[in-house]
C-alpha cells in the first residue's frame, strides 16, 4: 500500500508526496497546465497575455526550410528561454520554496554588454556561462528572480528615461521585444496588477522541492503492480484538490484507453471517493463535454477498461446529473433534506422511501439498489471493526493481528 499525500512523515515508509516539484523543468507542461487551469476564468488583457506565452521550444517544422527559416526558429527558441526563465523568477516571487532546487536548470542567451553589467552588479549571477555562443545557465530559482528583477528594473528606468548611465552602452531591445518574457515579466512585476500572482500563490500547496516525478505516472504504476493506493486530500485547497484529482482521473483514463486500444488486457482498478460532491461539481453539468470532465467520462466510458467507481456523498443535488444517471448500485442512508430525497427520487423507486430516509437515523441501516437485484432492499449492515477483521483472518487461515496490524503471538 501506498499513501500520497500533501505532507508525508519521512519516517513512515508508505506516505509519498502528492504534491510536484514545479521546479524540476522535466515537469514544466503539467506545471503550466495546472497554472492555466488556475487562471481559465481570469480574461484581463495582462492574464490572457500571460497564458498564451510560448515558453517551449517550438517545432522545427513549424518554421519555413532555409536559413531564413533556420533564423527565426533559433529565434524562437531564444525566446522561450528566455520566457521559461521569467516564469521560474515568478514562481520563486510568489513563494514557491526552492528548497535543493533538485532537477532545476534553465539556459538562456545574453549578449556580453549586458552580461558584464549584471555581473558587476550581481557576481553570483550565473551558474555558467558558454562565452563562445553567449549562452547561460542558472542552477537555482534565486537567480531566476534575481536576474529578472535586474532586467526588470533597467527596462523600467530606461522608459522612464532614468537609466545610469554605466547602463548606456546595454542594448535592451531584444529583452524588450521579446514576447514570452514580456508577457511574463508584467505579472513577475505587477505592473499591471496583482490577480494573476495572487492566483498562482495558491497553488504553491500543490509544491513540494522534495518530490520526484509526476504523480499521475507513480499512482499508475502502483495500481499496475496491484497496489492499494490512498490519495489524501484533507490537506491543501479545494481549488488544488479538484485540479489534482481531476488531473489525475483524466490520466488513468488515458492510460487505460491506450491499453484498450493496443489491444492489452486491462488492469482492474476500483475507485473510491469520498465526499464527492467536492469533487462531482453539479455547476459544471452542461457546461463542459464528457471529454472536458473526468468524472462524467468515468462514469460513462470506464467499465469497458474494467475501472469502477464507488463515492460517498451527503449531497446527491450536488453531484453532476450525468454521474447520477450512470450509477448503477445505491447504497442510501439518512439523508435529513427534502432537497436531497427529492433528487433521489430521481432514481428508481428511492421517491417511495423519501419520508423514511429523512426521518429514520439507525446507524447501518440504508435502503439498497443492485444492479443485479430488481427491488430496492431495506438492509442493516454489520459495523465494521476489528473484530471483523480477526475473524477473515481466522476464516482465511491467518493469525490474529492487533490495533497496529501486528501478528498476535498465542
Partial sequence: MKIYTMRPDASNGQEYPLAINFYDTKQLPLVWDLILDALSEDNTAYANAFKSARIF??????????????????GAVDDAHRGCLAFYATLSKANFTAGTAQGFSVRFKMAKAMRDELLTDFPDA??????????CRVDSPGQARQIVRW?????????????????????FNSWRNCAPFNSIREVFDESRGTVVINKIRRLADFHDSTATGEVSDLVWADLV???????????????????????????????ANARFRSNQDNIPIQIMVEEAHNLFDRTKSGKSTVSDDPWVRLAKEAAKYDIGLIYATQEVSSVDQRILSNTSNWIVAHLNSDVETRELSHY????????????????????MKTFSGKYIVPTQIAKFDHTMINRARLTAGLPEVDGQGRVVTP
Fill in 57 to 74: 521550444e517550438p517545432e522545427r517544422g513549424d518554421f519555413p526550410a532555409g536559413s531564413t527559416g533556420d533564423r527565426d526558429y533559433w
Fill in 126 to 135: 550565473f551558474s555558467d556561462v558558454n562565452l563562445k555562443t553567449g549562452s
Fill in 225 to 255: 503492480v496491484g497496489r492499494i493506493v490512498i490519495i489524501d486530500l484533507s490537506v491543501g485547497s479545494q481549488d488544488v484538490s479538484k485540479m489534482l484529482s481531476e488531473r489525475l482521473v483524466f490520466r488513468l483514463l488515458d492510460k
Fill in 348 to 367: 428508481y423507486d428511492y421517491g417511495i422511501f423519501a419520508s423514511d430516509i429523512r426521518s429514520a437515523e439507525d446507524r447501518g441501516y440504508v435502503r
Fill in 151 to 171: 532586467i526588470a528594473d533597467r527596462l523600467a528606468e530606461e522608459t522612464a528615461d532614468t537609466l545610469d548611465a554605466r547602463y548606456g552602452k546595454v542594448d
